[in-house]
């Protein structure tokens, strides 16, 4: 049985680089699979709030609205490849100016947007695999596992939502 690790049913980062992979005996982030060091260390410190979850669903809301009146948006979403550098996705997400124009909108940059992707995606992965008992090659901030799990009911609410596309 193929366990559910990423809890953002659909967010840019999930299709630009498939943040998770899932096997029968472990799970693997790949979200920042191509990131330099340096960014690696950004996405780990990326610290979860409330505040930055409710903009994410905020963008995943304007960005399902966004689909649904211009089918060229689903055509850029859908030709994300990765995976990139963090800086590579950023430029490719700065070359869609709807997309860009919606992150920006919940007042967040696309680095932040694309660092708090990151950061909640793999926490995700480590609390849904540490109860299945499931290794992970995946470390994050344990504030973030225990904000995560602490506002898990809320977090999931927020931000599970349909892929626009």
């Not at 840019?12 to 498939?18: I, P, S, V």
């Not at 859908?78 to 997400?93: D, S, V």
């Not at 695999?129 to 609410?157: D, G, T």
Request: aromatic share 4%.
């Amino acid at each position: 049985m193929r366990m559910r690790a990423c809890v953002v049913a659909f967010n840019l980062l999930l299709l630009a680089t498939g943040a998770c992979a899932h096997d029968e005996d472990s799970f693997e982030a790949e979200g920042s699979l191509g990131w330099t060091a340096a960014e690696k260390k950004s996405g780990h410190d990326q610290l979860l709030a409330m505040t930055a979850i409710r903009q994410l669903a905020a963008i995943n809301d304007s960005l399902n609205a966004l689909a649904a009146r211009d089918a060229s948006a689903c055509n850029w979403m859908n030709q994300i490849t990765g995976p990139e550098t963090l800086a590579k996705q950023i430029n490719a997400f700065d070359s869609s100016p709807a997309v860009k124009g919606v992150i920006e909108g919940a007042s967040m940059t696309v680095r932040e947007y694309l660092l708090t992707l990151h950061a909640v995606s793999e926490t995700a992965i480590v609390v849904h695999a540490a109860e299945q008992k499931i290794p992970v090659s995946v470390e994050v901030l344990p504030s973030n596992v225990a904000f995560y799990r602490q506002h898990r009911a809320e977090i999931e609410r927020l931000l599970d939502g349909p892929d626009p596309c």
